[in-house]
């Protein structure tokens, strides 16, 4: 059986947490810096590439590394050159349907969500909110402006961010803050890596 003090506890708790009691460290959470999402080349469909800007050209889909764990994230993206694309949230899917991309079709395959980004001109930014607790799950704005008929209501369980794109269409994922051109919604985050302190 574990035997200490409560105050052996908080130095134990507080060295897991990145402080001491000593230190003036007590027991503050970590930074808020998260880690930089990416695309990693087994996320994405053999012709698309992916630059470390994270712009998004080729044929095909790609997935976030890191799926929407919060309560409700955001995150952008910009128009670089216009074409077919698709934007929104996937489970996770396999090489073939990476490859294939989307077609835009709610539910194409079957455990997507999108917006059809095929008539967006360049510079146009899509913000992307979605949010585990409040309805609609999904949503998107245009240039800050909300495009309620692409609103998703119920989408249960993990996804991550997507997108899809064909002919010459290039677009650049944002998921740092500090770069997006529009506020995000009321109580939406930026995405995050959840990361466990055990």
Do not use: H
């Not at 810096?33 to 053999?46: L, Y």
């Not at 994270?54 to 995150?75: F, H, I, K, N, T």
């Not at 694309?85 to 294939?100: E, F």
Request: a negative charge; aromatic letters at 6%.
């Amino acid at each position: 059986a574990f035997r200490g003090s409560a105050a052996g506890m908080g130095q134990c708790c507080a060295s897991l947490m990145g402080g001491s009691d000593e230190e003036g460290g007590g027991l503050d959470a970590p930074d808020d810096a998260s880690p930089a999402i990416g695309i990693p080349e087994e996320f994405r469909g053999s012709k698309v590439s992916v630059t470390d800007s994270l712009e998004v050209s080729g044929s095909g889909a790609a997935l976030a590394a890191a799926p929407v764990e919060q309560d409700s994230a955001y995150w952008e993206i910009v128009v670089v050159k216009p074409g077919p694309m698709q934007l929104g949230v996937s489970r996770k899917m396999p090489a073939k349907l990476l490859d294939a991309g989307l077609e835009g079709k709610v539910g194409d395959p079957p455990k997507s969500w999108t917006f059809d980004g095929g008539k967006l001109a360049e510079g146009d930014v899509v913000g992307v909110a979605f949010t585990q607790c409040d309805l609609p799950n999904l949503s998107f704005t245009k240039n800050g402006e909300p495009t309620r008929e692409s609103d998703v209501k119920k989408i249960g369980g993990m996804v991550y961010p997507v997108v899809s794109v064909g002919g010459e269409a290039v677009i650049r994922v944002v998921f740092a803050p500090e770069s997006f051109a529009n506020a995000p919604p009321p109580g939406a985050k930026p995405l995050m890596v959840v990361r466990s302190i055990l």
